[in-house]
């Protein structure tokens, strides 16, 4: 991995850590969609407002790898804005149009970016989708469901760069492996939206539904 851009946790982060939700948190969260306690809804909110608390961030999501007729892509599952405290949609990501990025994730798993606005893998985004949300920061860190690639977390600052640690990155790693197959349960379900197609994990050339993000994000 790739761990360029990272910066070391201290002591302060440490501290701030101990007040925010942890892994075991957000295990509960899963724990509660898969024993039927909350809705699928319910469930993507929890789990992307824990995370940005986790993380310490001002957006987190989840996104999932889909096949589209422009060939592959990222869907947004669900987005949390802790700005507004409510959870926003985001357009797809189509590999043709953010080449650098897609080509990034892939290879190193994760694209770590402080300054996203002018990072070789995000600056692509920053006309569209940095400057109008006041984003300079972007973390994503891919998850996989039994070893196939399955999705990212997106982990985003606004109002001023953050140094990215590598104990965050690790935090992102082990919920996904602890939280890879409530996501896919999540991304299957069928929902009362419009649904898209998305890849099957354990076969590529099948296609599930998806249903489509949530309210655009505000203007």
């Not at 850590?17 to 075991?24: G, H, L, T, Y």
């Not at 987190?60 to 096949?67: K, L, T």
């Not at 898209?196 to 076969?203: D, G, I, M, Q, V």
């Amino acid at each position: 991995m790739n761990l360029q851009g990272l910066a070391v946790s201290g002591p302060v982060g440490a501290t701030q850590n101990r007040a925010m939700p942890d892994v075991k948190d957000i295990q509960d969260i899963c724990g509660r969609l898969d024993r039927g306690e909350i809705d699928r809804a319910r469930f993507l909110e929890q789990f992307t407002r824990a995370l940005a608390g986790l993380i310490g961030c001002t957006r987190a999501g989840v996104w999932v790898f889909m096949d589209t007729a422009e060939g592959r892509a990222l869907r947004c599952l669900a987005m949390y804005d802790a700005r507004f405290d409510r959870m926003f949609g985001a357009t797809d990501m189509l590999n043709a149009a953010v080449g650098p990025y897609f080509d990034s994730l892939l290879a190193e798993g994760c694209v770590i970016a402080p300054e996203a606005r002018t990072h070789a893998s995000t600056a692509i985004f920053a006309d569209e989708y940095l400057l109008p949300l006041d984003i300079h920061s972007l973390l994503d860190v891919c998850f996989s469901v039994n070893g196939v690639l399955f999705g990212t977390f997106s982990c985003e600052q606004t109002g001023a760069p953050m140094a990215w640690t590598q104990r965050q990155v690790q935090q992102l790693r082990q919920i996904g492996s602890r939280a890879s197959l409530t996501l896919l349960h999540a991304a299957t379900a069928h929902g009362e939206t419009e649904s898209a197609a998305l890849w099957e994990p354990s076969s590529p050339n099948r296609l599930l539904t998806l249903p489509a993000p949530l309210d655009p994000e505000p203007s």
